[in-house]
């Protein structure tokens, strides 16, 4: 327990046992400690140190998540309303009983009780945690996929052939990002010089095939997923573009949180410069949020 190492044949010789004797009780050690870090989340581990060539004991980053990060994420879960009722009543009971030892389920359980009653799905009612999988192995292989996809505009299904790129989350729902194949941009783009990928919400997605087509991505042209993330706002893509505005010192920090690329360029009166890289124009939407926070929105 104080870090010293014990070995075999010096233990084996102060006892007056065999080295197998003193091996069985090492196995025996381990398994209690791996059986008590199961059920308490102990720290300790009982390892070879090949440079000593003994054995000692060790403390190890606890692999159990605590009471106070599980409470914290399981708010974040209830307050996304990304699933089903019962999909996340069943997500939360998982991560209850593999993370929380069983003396303090019931304390977690009743500081959730009243969230978890209350919880409102979304309107959509789909479940598609199904789709996900295939999707990583698609997006990881480079498999093109083929989708039948739900059109927000006039309930239209549309066939797309797609090259996924990366699954994000954002404002309740889970996306896809891909580029699509055989397709006049002219069209049915707004935009058809966009070189920038297109963004599917997955719970739309009502038939999917992946592939055993490929495609390639050059290593240095990559999709960078987080850089994406920055950059987008609601999820509405677009070209990319700088937008400057002015912003009141009580608004800054929420300003700056919620745009990852903003700088602050100056500061007058009380008054801040503020200047935003963003993909399309759902940064356009949130400006109009913020009513008399933001002035001077100007598009560079």
């Not at 010096?10 to 091996?23: C, F, P, R, V, Y």
């Not at 980053?61 to 999909?87: H, M």
């Not at 397709?183 to 990928?197: G, H, Q, T």
Request: glycine content about 4%; hydrophobic content about 35%.
């Amino acid at each position: 327990m104080r870090g010293q190492i014990l070995k075999k044949n010096e233990l084996a010789e102060e006892i007056g046992i065999t080295t197998k004797s003193i091996q069985l009780d090492i196995e025996d050690i381990r398994d209690y400690l791996d059986k008590k870090h199961t059920i308490e989340g102990s720290r300790s581990q009982l390892v070879y140190n090949h440079y000593e060539k003994g054995y000692c004991m060790k403390e190890f980053e606890q692999l159990k998540l605590s009471t106070s990060e599980v409470l914290a994420i399981s708010k974040i879960l209830l307050e996304s309303r990304a699933f089903t009722k019962k999909e996340m009543m069943n997500i939360l009971d998982k991560l209850i009983e593999n993370c929380i030892p069983w003396k303090n389920r019931a304390e977690i359980n009743v500081l959730l009780n009243n969230e978890r009653f209350h919880y409102v799905e979304l309107r959509h009612h789909k479940k598609f945690l199904d789709k996900i999988t295939p999707l990583t192995q698609a997006i990881r292989g480079c498999n093109v996929i083929q989708i039948k996809y739900g059109k927000l505009k006039e309930s239209a299904i549309v066939e797309r052939r797609l090259e996924p790129l990366a699954i994000i989350f954002s404002e309740y729902y889970f996306y896809l990002v891909g580029f699509i194949e055989d397709i006049n941009k002219e069209e049915a783009f707004e935009n058809p010089d966009d070189i920038f990928p297109t963004i599917y919400r997955i719970d739309r997605i009502q038939e999917l095939k992946v592939l055993e087509e490929h495609f390639k991505v050059p290593y240095a042209k990559r999709f960078e997923e987080g850089e994406f993330r920055k950059r987008v706002q609601f999820m509405y893509g677009g070209k990319l573009r700088k937008v400057r505005f002015q912003c009141k010192e009580t608004s800054l920090e929420a300003i700056l949180d919620r745009l990852p690329t903003a700088r602050t360029l100056s500061e007058e009166n009380g008054r801040y410069l503020i200047e935003v890289e963003v993909f399309g124009k759902g940064i356009d939407m949130w400006v109009r949020s913020q009513g008399d926070n933001i002035m001077e929105y100007t598009i560079i």
